[in-house]
Structures are given as structure tokens and as C-alpha cells.
């Protein structure tokens, strides 16, 4: 594609077509369904591309950008198609309602398409034998609920104050502001030397509070609302370490064995390994292992020689090794349940419950996940599990507990087929957190695998894109935080498609610009800010 700045304009306003003519056929299909799809919130979603629309303008012509556009295009193309898909499941009125209020929202669908299907193929004969004189219609929703409080009420239509006022629609403008910010941050030459002099300083002073917030300040993992603690902190963790090699990566050249000499080697797995402590403390394997690759990533762009990318697997393994370690010291610190006794015995106890009990329900759930565990084969971590919250082995209260929610999606990409239902007429609704962690699940059922598909495509041009902007940065600092960003990015689609179809654990993390993520949608247009800002340092220093 060629980077012809109104070649790029003309795609953002066709994506912008698009994504107003799906949430059109949602509306339509919803119609037909039984409810009524807010209007508020679609003009919301479409109003939301102005700004982006400005940012486009602004770089192009207020700041002579240079870089490469499909940075942008490919980002705006993903955070289109999540707009359309969470439209798709808020308008909903039997998404996120469990109990009577779930029950009633369903049967008034049903009662809808059942009315529909008998006036567009009964006879007036048929429905006077069928239904009598009365109405000549099937029994409406309230007539089949014996208890007046399960009975529907009407749908409340939301506001347009409502709509303007709510996070959804300020984190993403939050996350456009976050963009510009960290464009004019990464452009300017003395900001960069800052924080390359100051890695060390920066990656120590966020891990303190962060140790902090994860174990006092949160709960069920989250602060502040929605916000994870790993978000705020993901940007200057990835610019410390990036400062730190860019340093000492000379000085990696000589080793020993392969291995540098330790006055370079502990800081680097110093910093690595701290970060992964409150990952313990929240139980939060997919951000663990999504630093983990960050992290070996910049390690292996820094060093470029053989034996060190030899040595790659050892740094793996001390850093997984040293925040077991950390966790289960946490845990006997703090009364968990770690196995008492010494020596090796000891130790491997330790090391087995250091992990924390959620971690091994995810591995579970991946490799057999269609039973219940056994306590008596589990018994360190599913006697809490399978005992207190799903009656033992019972296998319908399984299904009905922590099963429930990946094995839906598993069902729904099935169901999806090539094409899909359709837009607005599967049931995504169906599967719990659709708009966040599952929304892959979604996305694939009523698109269906072209959908996915197409998904598959815009984060592959985002990465690519990303990987050309780190190689051909001129500096190794910026090369670094390109190649780290892009990481970011790639490896989190990865793990959070690659939990929804069960090719890795569900780890709970979002899709890049896809998902409802809340705070996540800032980080992830900080991330793209950068990687633009180096994009059109590295093309005006070709041009220089």
C-alpha cells in the first residue's frame, strides 16, 4: 500500500462507512428480534471516528508527518470493528443479565420471532384453530411466567445525557489524547535521551507502587474501576528495560560461555524478574507472560549474536524460576498455604504451591476442561474449586460454573461457520465477558470465519507494519521500544485469540483495540502514538 497521505484518508472515511452501515444491520436485525438497539449510542461510535479523523489531519498536516499511515489505518480498522461488536452486545437487553431479568429479556426475543413467523405463514384459519378468536397470536412472554416479579418489564431507552457521560464514551477519547501525547513525547529528541539515562530509576520507582496497588489497593485484581494495575504501568516498564540494554548492550558482547559478565547481567534480570511479583500477588498469568516475551524479545534485538540467543531459554527459565520463588515466599509471608518441610521435597512444594490455585484451574480448563477435576488428583488447588463452588464432581454444575464460559465460545466460533449468522442475529450474548476476553468468540459467530479472518489480517498489517518501524530505526533505544510496542501488541492477540479457540490457557487478557477493555484501549494507542512518532523519525532521518 502506497503511504499517499489522501490514499489513507479515503480508507479512514470508508471504515467509517462501514462500520456505520453494520451498526445499521444490527439495528434492523435487532428490531426483528424483539428489542430496540439504543440510536444514542450508534451516533456515539460514529462520532467517535471524528477525532480520530482529526488526529489523522493534525499529523499529516500540523506536524508534516512522514511515517508509515498503516500504522494508523490498520489500528483504526480494528477499533471500527469493536465498536460494532460491542453496539452489538450493550443494545442487547439479555447481555450481562443473569436471573429473571435474563430469562425475561429472552423470552420477549422469542415471543417476537414466533409472532413474526405466524404472520408471515399462518392463515387467518390456522390462527383461529390455533389461538382462538383472542388476539389469533401465540402466548405473549408475561402469560408464560407464573411469577409477577419474572415478568418483562418494558425497555428502558437510554439518554442521550447518559450515553455522553458514560467511560465508554471517554476512554476512547482518552485513548486518542493518549495517542497525540505520546507522539509529541517520542518525537522530541531531549524527551527520548531523558528517559534513556533514567531506565534504571524509572523501572524501579513504578515497581514499587505497582507492588503496592496489587496487594492493598485492588480488588479481584482491579483498581480504579475497571483498570488492571498492569495497565498504567506496561509503558514505563517497556521504556526502562529499553534504556537499560540500550546501555549495556555493548557490554553483553563479552562473555564468557555465552554468559555476560554479572555487573551487567543482574541489573537486567533484576528488573525482569520484580515486575513479575505482583503478577503473584493478582494471579494474573496472561500479563506474566506477556512481559516474559516482551522482555526476551528486547533481549534477543539487543544482543543479535548466537550464543546469546542460546542463552535465552536459561534467561527464561531463571526469570519464571525467580517469580515462583517470589510468589510462594509472598504466600508464606502472608499465611498461604505452602507445603511445609524441608529439602527437596520442600522445595518442589514450594515451587508447586507457589503457583496460585486460578493459575491451575486455567491449565485445567485448557487441556481437559469438559470434566470436572477430582480433588483426589488435584487436591492442592481443586478441593476449593470443584468442592466449594461446584458440588464436587457434578458434572452440570461444572459445566454451569468455570466451564461454562469457554466452552460457549468454543461453540460459537463452531457455529459461525464461513459466513456467520449475521450480524445482530447470532447469540454471542450467550457467553459471558463477549466484549472483553471472548470477543473473538463473537466476532466469529455472527461474521463468521471471514470475520475472523479479517481480524487475523489487521493485526497481522499492524505488526508488520510495527516490525519495519523497528528495523529500520537508526538508534537502538527506538529500536527497542519499537520492537517491544509491537511485541506488546502481536503476542497479546495471540494469547487472548489463541484462549478463545483453546490453542493456549485463557488467560483473561483483551485483544488490542478489539476488545471493551476499559483502560487497556489507552495503552494500546499509547503504544501506537510511539511506534508512529519512530516511524516518522526513522523516514525524515532517511530524508536528511
Known amino acids: 500500500m502506497k503511504n499517499r497521505p489522501s490514499t489513507h484518508f479515503l480508507l479512514l472515511l470508508s471504515l467509517a462507512a462501514l462500520t456505520g452501515l453494520a451498526h445499521w444491520a444490527i439495528i434492523r436485525a435487532g428490531e426483528g428480534r424483539g428489542f430496540d438497539p439504543s440510536g444514542w449510542v450508534a451516533w456515539r461510535n460514529m462520532v467517535l471516528f471524528v477525532p480520530l479523523l482529526g488526529v489523522f489531519l493534525w499529523l499529516v498536516r500540523g506536524r508534516g508527518y512522514r511515517g508509515d499511515l498503516v500504522l494508523l489505518t490498520s489500528a ?9 461488536v460491542q453496539y452489538r452486545l450493550f443494545t442487547d437487553p439479555e447481555y450481562g443479565r443473569g436471573g ?53 418489564a418494558p425497555q428502558q431507552a437510554i439518554g442521550g445525557w447518559e450515553v455522553w457521560t458514560s467511560l465508554s464514551t471517554w476512554v476512547p477519547l482518552l485513548a486518542v489524547i493518549a495517542l497525540a501525547v505520546a507522539y509529541r513525547v517520542v518525537e522530541d529528541p531531549r524527551a527520548l535521551l531523558w528517559l534513556q539515562r533514567h531506565g534504571l530509576v524509572l523501572g524501579i ?18 483498581f480504579l474501576g475497571r483498570t488492571t494495575p498492569w495497565e498504567p504501568v506496561k509503558i514505563a516498564f517497556l521504556l526502562s528495560y529499553a534504556g537499560i540494554l540500550t546501555d549495556q548492550y555493548r557490554h553483553l558482547s563479552r562473555t564468557w560461555w555465552g554468559i555476560p559478565a554479572w555487573r ?4 537486567l534480570l533484576l528488573l525482569s524478574t520484580l515486575p513479575l511479583l505482583p503478577f503473584f500477588i493478582l494471579a494474573d498469568f496472561g500479563q506474566m507472560l506477556i512481559f516474559v516475551a516482551v522482555y526476551l524479545c528486547l533481549y534477543l534485538v539487543a544482543v543479535r549474536r548466537l550464543r546469546q540467543l542460546m542463552l535465552a531459554p536459561l534467561l527464561l527459565g531463571v526469570l519464571l524460576a525467580g517469580a515462583v520463588l517470589l510468589g510462594g515466599t509472598y504466600q508464606r509471608l502472608t499465611g498461604g498455604t505452602v507445603g511445609e518441610g524441608g529439602g527437596a521435597g520442600g522445595v518442589a512444594r514450594l515451587v508447586r504451591e507457589g503457583i496460585p490455585r486460578r493459575i491451575h484451574q486455567r491449565f485445567y480448563l485448557w487441556l ?3 470434566a470436572p477435576p477430582d480433588p483426589d488428583l488435584h487436591s492442592w488447588w481443586a478441593a476449593e474449586v470443584a468442592a466449594a463452588r461446584h458440588g464436587g464432581a457434578d458434572v452440570d454444575l461444572w459445566y454451569k460454573g468455570d466451564a461454562y464460559q469457554p466452552l460457549q465460545a468454543l461453540f460459537g466460533v463452531a457455529e459461525g461457520g464461513l459466513l456467520g449468522k449475521g450480524l445482530g442475529r447470532g447469540v454471542p450474548e450467550s457467553v459471558p465477558i463477549a466484549d472483553s476476553d471472548f470477543v473473538y468468540a463473537a466476532i466469529a459467530e455472527e461474521m463468521g470465519l471471514l470475520g475472523g479472518v479479517i481480524v487475523l489480517l489487521g493485526l497481522a498489517v499492524l505488526v508488520r507494519a510495527g516490525m519495519r518501524t523497528a528495523i529500520a530505526a537508526p538508534d537502538m533505544f527506538t529500536k527497542l521500544i ?34 471493551h477493555g476499559g483502560w487497556s484501549l489507552v495503552t494500546s494507542f499509547w503504544i501506537l502514538g510511539m511506534l508512529m512518532a519512530i516511524s516518522h523519525r526513522n523516514r525524515s532521518a532517511e530524508w536528511n
Open 76 to 84: 483504526v480498522a480494528l477499533f471500527g470493528i469493536g465498536q460494532v
Open 100 to 152: 429473571s431479568g435474563g430469562r425475561a429479556a429472552r423470552l420477549g426475543k422469542t415471543d417476537t420471532l414466533q409472532q413474526r413467523y405466524v404472520d408471515q405463514w399462518y392463515d387467518e384459519g390456522k390462527k383461529r384453530v390455533l389461538f382462538g378468536e383472542a388476539g389469533e397470536r401465540p402466548p405473549r412472554p408475561a402469560e408464560r411466567l407464573s411469577d409477577r416479579s419474572e415478568r418483562p
Open 205 to 222: 520507582a513504578t515497581t514499587i507502587p505497582l507492588v503496592i496497588i496489587a496487594g492493598y489497593g485492588s480488588q479481584g485484581g482491579k
Open 264 to 267: 551487567v547481567l543482574i541489573p
Open 368 to 370: 481437559q476442561g469438559e
Open 482 to 515: 519499537a520492537a517491544g510496542g509491537t511485541v506488546f501488541l502481536g503476542f497479546q492477540a495471540i494469547v487472548n485469540i489463541g484462549g478463545v479457540v483453546r490453542l493456549v490457557p485463557m488467560t483473561g487478557i483483551t485483544l488490542p483495540f478489539v476488545s
